[in-house]
């Protein structure tokens, strides 16, 4: 899609937007006044019934220790994004940028900066603190020019 002239233009440039959010991340490439997503993922969180997992231990009357199996599945869930968020980067290190751009929540920015080939990260121009998942890509450009 063409970009607005009110956006810059990344006139003769390639860049690649990265925009993550805690289970999910949108792949732009921009330049010569278009912007496209050219990749994207959605990691599902599991759906478990009421107390699904739940575990309790006892002895005779009394209860000893209790506890879940969601703990497990949330740090399941971390690894299956960075498994995926580590896929598309590989796949899209195989192009040359000029620039890159990461827009994700705080928490987010670190581990992707840790998962980031050397290629990407060493033209990692600015980062955008917030979650911007679901938004347009001009609303994006517009985070990437205010700050």
């Known amino acids: 899609m063409r970009i607005s002239s009110k956006f810059q233009q990344f006139a003769g440039k390639k860049v690649l937007i990265i925009v993550a959010g805690s289970q999910e991340a949108d792949f732009y490439i921009a330049g010569?006044?278009?912007?496209?997503?050219?990749?994207?993922?959605?990691?599902?969180?599991?759906?478990y019934s009421d107390?699904?997992?739940?575990?309790?231990?006892s002895a005779g009357r009394k209860i000893m220790g209790s506890g879940s199996a969601n703990k497990a599945q949330s740090k399941k869930l971390a690894q299956d994004?960075?498994?995926?968020?580590?896929?598309?980067?590989?796949?899209?290190?195989?192009r040359s940028f000029d620039m890159v751009y990461l827009c994700?929540?705080?928490?987010?920015?670190?581990?992707?900066?840790?998962?980031?080939?050397?290629?990407?990260?060493d033209k990692l121009k600015k980062t955008v603190?917030?979650?911007f998942f679901k938004q347009h890509?001009?609303?994006?450009?517009?985070k990437l020019a205010a700050r």
């Open 51 to 57: 107390r699904e997992g739940f575990s309790v231990r």
């Open 81 to 94: 994004v960075t498994r995926e968020f580590e896929q598309s980067l590989k796949a899209l290190a195989r």
């Open 104 to 121: 994700a929540p705080a928490d987010v920015i670190s581990v992707a900066r840790e998962h980031m080939p050397r290629s990407l990260s």
């Open 32 to 47: 010569d006044g278009e912007i496209e997503k050219v990749r994207s993922f959605v990691v599902r969180k599991p759906r």
């Open 129 to 131: 603190r917030g979650n």
């Open 137 to 142: 890509p001009f609303e994006i450009l517009e």
